[in-house]
């Protein structure tokens, strides 16, 4: 079994900033992806920034440069400093990733319980 905990949630005005992070626990083999997704009331789920292991980070346009990635692939976690918060980034952000719990398996998506990120106008 694997878990990812999420944290650093909350409530912040417009231009405020948060930081979220995501550790992930269990039977890990090893890690090829580490990420957010977020959900608004009445919309799908939508990536938002999710680093892969050739280096590579997918990014959402509408968070481009207020928003970082950073993955810890060694200590399993991985961070989003969101800066310069906007009314419609409110939802709820989970966390992703592609993991390997056995030496003959794939990589499966895990994903976390979700954290409420709240921007008040």
């Known amino acids: 079994q694997v878990q990812l905990v999420e944290s650093g949630g909350g409530v912040v005005e417009t231009g405020g900033s948060l930081r979220l992070s995501c550790r992930a626990s269990g039977n890990i083999i090893s890690m090829n992806s580490m990420g957010w997704y977020r959900q608004a009331p009445g919309k799908d789920r939508e990536l938002v920034a999710v680093?892969?292991?050739?280096?590579?980070?997918d990014m959402i346009d509408s968070v481009k440069g207020r928003f970082s990635i950073s993955w810890d692939n060694a200590k399993r976690t991985v961070s989003l400093q969101m800066n310069n918060l906007r009314p419609e980034d409110t939802a709820v952000y989970y966390c992703?990733?592609?993991?390997?719990?056995?030496?003959?398996?794939?990589?499966?998506?895990?994903w976390g319980q979700g954290t409420q990120v709240t921007v008040s106008s």
């Open positions: 680093e892969i292991t050739d280096a590579k980070t």
């Open positions: 992703r990733a592609g993991v390997k719990t056995s030496s003959f398996g794939p990589h499966s998506l895990y």
